[in-house]
């Protein structure tokens, strides 16, 4: 990922009242999921966190499994590979007494993509980045800078364009937003601008929770700002965007209050001017519940907030094209987890179904395969406290 100048930030009002995103082609129906078998290497405490998709025969999903000796080895990264007929479990490096979490994945070739994610002691707090390498033959750990310390420190997502170019974003030791660049040889922590925030607030903190990479120089990032006065903290939407020289914040709709959080969690980049972001409410002030989804657009000029017909929390997006984008996440009422997608198809979000075996899943990620092929989401199925199961589902054109 790359950086520019802060931007002015626009009137709120700007934001809000921009234009709604153009219809470049008719309306179009959503396409029914199923459930595809995956893979579940432990008894219990495998679950799938991101999801890439290069061709029709070439995808990746990651996560985690629970080691045959969870004191001893915790939690081990698990990667699964789509060959155009089934998923496969592809084994990844461990390390003992270490848990090791993958977020987020990215293929540009067969034989170059990257996992990212956290790595720590077992039942310690204290966490650290992981990045990890698939030659084509095998996926191996690569150092990157060191930000290990007392605070969570960890990579969420991670954009692929070529051997030598590929982004890694996060939350730094420092508790800001982290971006780091490998240029074919090593990892390398990139400058990033101070997120802006209300007269009289300080930054007490930012994530970068997802990332998506047209080109070289046509990249984005978003997440979280968490400004402070007092004792009292907001969380208001953050994104960046790359230009091929240097990362610039662009400003997001002003939705963030003192008695109402709001965070993105994913971003998927059509073209220069049909940009799309999810996220939830992640804090409450009584009247606008959590969970409620977060739904924003970039038109070439500012971001605005799209209406949802849904609540939720999407963690997920991806699109086949303009009038062809889903998000994917899940949506829990004390109840329990269920579920949740939605459909662009143009003029509006629709709610669509999860398939049968997938109704209380909780969908993590999603992956659009270029050229209009299938579409895929990745997560968990919650059976219980600490047991979970695997989830790939697929959308086909």
Not at 297 to 303: D, E, S
């Amino acid at each position: 990922m790359r950086r520019r100048g802060l931007l002015v930030p626009l009137p709120a009002a700007a934001l809000l009242l921009a234009a709604a995103p153009a219809m470049a082609a008719p309306a179009m129906a959503a396409s029914a999921w199923t459930v595809t078998p995956s893979p579940n290497p432990s008894a219990t405490g495998d679950r799938l966190n991101g999801a890439a998709a290069r061709a029709a025969t070439d995808a990746w999903a990651v996560g985690q499994f629970t080691a045959p000796d969870a004191d001893a080895d915790g939690q081990q990264m698990l990667a699964a590979r789509w060959d155009g007929a089934q998923w496969r479990q592809v084994a990844t490096p461990a390390v003992s007494h270490q848990d090791e979490v993958l977020s987020g994945v990215s293929a540009d070739a067969a034989d170059d993509a990257w996992a990212v994610g956290f790595t720590k002691k077992v039942s310690a707090a204290a966490r650290s980045p992981l990045a990890v390498h698939w030659n084509g033959t095998a996926w191996t750990s690569v150092p990157v800078p060191n930000t290990a310390g007392g605070a969570k420190s960890v990579f969420t997502g991670v954009a692929a364009l070529a051997p030598d170019n590929a982004w890694a974003v996060g939350r730094g030791l420092d508790a800001r937003a982290l971006v780091e660049h490998w240029n074919g040889t090593s990892w390398t922590v990139a400058p990033t601008p101070a997120p802006p925030v209300p007269a009289g607030w300080t930054v007490a903190g930012a994530t970068l929770n997802g990332v998506s990479a047209r080109s070289a120089d046509d990249i984005w990032a978003v997440g979280t700002v968490t400004a402070i006065m007092g004792v009292t903290t907001q969380d208001r939407t953050l994104a960046m965007h790359y230009d091929g020289t240097s990362w610039k914040i662009t400003p997001t709709p002003t939705n963030g209050t003192t008695t109402v959080g709001n965070q993105l969690n994913a971003v998927t980049a059509i073209t220069p001017k049909d940009v799309w972001s999810v996220g939830k409410v992640a804090t409450s002030n009584g009247t606008t519940p959590t969970q409620t989804t977060v739904i924003q657009h970039w038109n070439g000029t500012v971001w605005s907030s799209v209406p949802a017909p849904v609540r939720g929390g999407f963690t997920g997006v991806a699109a086949r094209s303009a009038t062809d984008v889903w998000a994917v996440g899940d949506f829990s009422d004390g109840s329990g987890a269920a579920g949740s997608i939605l459909h662009w198809n143009g003029s509006a979000w629709s709610k669509t179904a999860a398939p049968d075996g997938a109704t209380g899943s909780i969908l993590t990620g999603a992956a659009a395969t270029p050229g209009g092929g299938d579409v895929w989401a990745s997560g968990f199925d919650l059976l219980g406290p600490s047991d979970y199961r695997t989830v790939i589902l697929r959308n086909t054109p």
